[in-house]
């Protein structure tokens, strides 16, 4: 695996100023995976043992943690993270907590998926961080309650040891079980405080759902879709355009920075698995003055072709097929089309010109036969 830097001790007080100034952190290599555990994918962080300083749900509020030097409460500190109270021993005479004291969240990703990578972000808990954390992961289907995650019948699976973390800092982990999971028990031990969970995987949905569905949307995230490459991330990541719902703010979308040049701006999919499209949709919403000027959009079928190699995914040919030629686009605006004939394909592309953004595409169709063998062959890989 890629070495990882690793963060521990406390960070220095609080002086003034700005204060991620002094704030560590990393680029990790897993970070351009969807987050599993976005609150706006559904995830949620559904118990705790202990919140008596700050909520549990922070953990996964979009964003990164703010720092209110002088917001305090008839608790103490309010703080933008998780906290739970200072643990103590058994008595006077042994008044420190135990080496296995610690405290726990759960947490039900918002989509089921393989992770590869989780941050555990201390920021603005310079001190009063945990000294270390423990990941583990289950997979449980339908609906299960706290008490059913807490029963003895679940099965998890350790994701990161306890390992020794830093305050104030982003505590990079990645991760190399390749198994769908559905929750998540974050450990901190002893007691402590952590302002985000970001949790990145590829989503792994159950082929009996979508099976169900039929007709659904299938570069969605959700339902296993994904980015992978894009050509310009500057303002905004391309994965912003395959989240669930509509748009409600601009910087909810992609968009490029302004071009100077007579080239144009790309973002290159992969579908759930080998589809058939009927219909699709191109989204601007909330993107008024800044929304792209015209677009295109493209698949092509890996299933069909010799292996491809990158460049063909930047430029025409490459095996992709137009579906949608170059259509004037709408500020602040739904575009529907329905194909006159389905296409077939694994991977999707979306072409801009010459620059701008837009909030969400959707490509409506079914699996093909072959997609949902795949599919449903990679979930029995998984242990689904």
């Given at each position: 695996m890629?070495?990882i830097?690793?963060?521990t001790?406390a960070a220095?007080p609080?002086?003034g100023?700005d204060?991620?100034a002094?704030?560590?952190?990393?680029?990790?290599?897993?970070?351009h995976?969807?987050?599993?555990?976005?609150?706006?994918l559904?995830a949620?962080?559904?118990?705790a043992?202990d919140?008596?300083?700050?909520e549990r749900e922070n953990l996964?509020?979009?964003?990164?943690?703010v720092?209110e030097?002088?917001?305090?409460?008839h608790k103490?500190?309010v703080?933008?993270?998780?906290?739970?109270?200072r643990?103590?021993?058994?008595g006077a005479g042994?008044?420190w907590p135990?080496p296995e004291?610690?405290?726990w969240?759960?947490i039900?990703l918002?989509?089921?998926g393989?992770v590869r990578?989780?941050?555990?972000?201390?920021?603005?808990f310079r001190?009063?961080?945990?000294?270390a954390?423990?990941i583990?992961?289950?997979?449980?289907?339908g609906t299960?309650?706290?008490?059913d995650?807490?029963?003895?019948g679940?099965e998890?699976?350790?994701?990161?040891?306890?390992?020794e973390?830093?305050?104030?800092?982003?505590?990079?982990f990645?991760?190399?079980?390749?198994?769908?999971?559905?929750?998540?028990?974050?450990n901190?031990h002893?007691?402590?405080g952590?302002?985000?969970?970001?949790?990145?995987g590829?989503?792994a949905?159950?082929?009996?759902w979508?099976?169900?569905?039929g007709?659904f949307?299938v570069v969605?995230?959700?339902?296993?879709g994904?980015?992978?490459?894009?050509?310009?991330?500057?303002?905004s990541?391309?994965?912003?355009?395959?989240r669930?719902g509509?748009s409600?703010?601009?910087d909810?979308?992609?968009?490029t920075?302004?071009?100077?040049?007579?080239g144009?701006?790309?973002i290159?999919?992969?579908l759930?698995a080998?589809?058939e499209?009927?219909?699709?949709?191109i989204d601007?919403?909330?993107?008024?003055?800044?929304?792209?000027?015209?677009?295109s959009?493209?698949v092509?079928?890996a299933e069909?072709?010799?292996?491809?190699?990158?460049e063909g995914?930047e430029?025409e040919g490459?095996?992709w097929r137009?579906?949608?030629?170059?259509t004037?686009?709408q500020?602040?605006?739904?575009?529907?089309?329905?194909?006159?004939?389905?296409?077939?394909?694994?991977h999707?592309r979306?072409d801009?010109?010459?620059?701008?953004g837009i909030?969400?595409?959707?490509?409506?169709g079914s699996?093909?036969?072959?997609g949902?063998?795949?599919?449903a062959?990679r979930?029995?890989e998984?242990?689904?």
């Open positions: 890629t070495e830097p690793r963060f001790g220095h609080y002086r100023g204060p991620y002094d704030y560590r952190t990393a680029d990790f290599p897993f970070t995976h969807a987050d599993l555990a976005d609150r706006r559904g949620a962080v559904v118990a043992n919140e008596f300083f700050a996964l509020v979009p964003g990164p943690a720092f030097p002088e917001r305090f409460g103490g500190k703080m933008d993270g998780w906290e739970t109270r643990r103590r021993g058994t042994h008044p135990a004291d610690h405290d969240a759960l039900r918002g989509a089921p393989v990578g989780i941050v555990v972000d201390t920021a603005h001190g009063n961080h945990p000294q954390v423990s583990r992961a289950a997979s449980v289907p299960p309650s706290p008490w995650l807490l029963g003895d679940v998890w699976t350790t994701l990161v040891p306890r390992t973390v830093g305050g104030h800092a982003a505590n990079g990645e991760v190399a079980v390749e198994r769908r999971f559905t929750h998540l028990r974050l901190q002893p007691d402590g952590v302002a985000r969970l970001r949790v990145y590829e989503v949905p159950d082929p009996a979508l099976a169900a569905l007709t949307d969605a995230l959700e339902n296993g994904c980015v992978e490459d894009a050509s310009d991330l500057f303002y990541p391309a994965v912003h355009t395959i669930p509509r409600h703010r601009m909810d979308g992609w968009e920075r302004r071009r100077r040049d007579t144009h701006d790309w290159r999919y992969r759930a080998q589809s499209i009927r219909a699709l949709e601007t919403a909330c993107l008024k003055g800044n929304a792209a000027g015209w677009a959009v493209s092509r079928d069909e072709e010799d292996a491809e190699g990158e995914a430029s490459g095996g137009e579906i949608l030629p170059r004037r686009l500020p602040d605006t739904g575009h529907r089309f329905v194909l006159d004939t389905p296409a077939v394909g694994t999707a979306v801009v010109f010459p620059d701008g909030s969400r595409l959707r490509l409506f699996l093909t036969k072959a949902a063998a795949a599919l062959a979930h029995r998984l242990g689904g």
